[in-house]
């Protein structure tokens, strides 16, 4: 799987906006990265936020510890730390959220239970999050796309 999905496509060059790698990796170390603080990162502390694994223990610890790293030397203030939900919805491949459910609707699709079961925990992530009412919505249908349900 490639580091940025296909509809990040108008962003990921710039990078002016947090990819849904970082924020999945965000998630799950339980930090919270304003777009003003990403907006101070380096090039290289984007790229660094973007290639550094977040999936073990050791690995989870250290992605949180660079973050608060970075935000403290890129802006000088504290980042923010969140609960982290041990029991994420993009890690159950066995019910699809609400959320999900209601905005596929909203866009003419239905997301079969066996589809969701088979998306990888990023893909079901970004859906969820796409979802949200608090998010703009507008890449919800093409990642339905990319991710071949509907």
Not at 20 to 39: A, E, P, S, Y
Request: net charge negative; hydrophobic share 35%.
């Amino acid at each position: 799987m490639s580091l940025f999905f296909q509809f990040e496509t108008d962003f990921v060059d710039s990078l002016r906006c947090i990819p849904m790698i970082v924020r999945f990796k965000l998630d799950t170390c339980g930090v919270k990265l304003k777009l003003h603080q990403w907006n101070k990162f380096t090039e290289a502390d984007r790229y660094q936020t973007i290639e550094t694994p977040c999936s073990s223990e050791s690995e989870i610890r250290t992605y949180h510890d660079l973050l608060h790293q970075l935000v403290e030397q890129r802006t000088g203030e504290t980042a923010t730390d969140l609960a982290i939900d041990p029991n994420s919805q993009w890690n159950d491949a066995n019910t699809i959220p609400e959320s999900v459910t209601q905005k596929a609707k909203e866009v003419g699709v239905t997301i079969a239970q066996s589809q969701w079961a088979e998306l990888a925990p990023i893909q079901r992530f970004v859906l969820i999050k796409l979802s949200r009412s608090s998010h703009e919505n507008a890449n919800f249908l093409p990642a339905v796309k990319e991710f071949n349900l509907g």
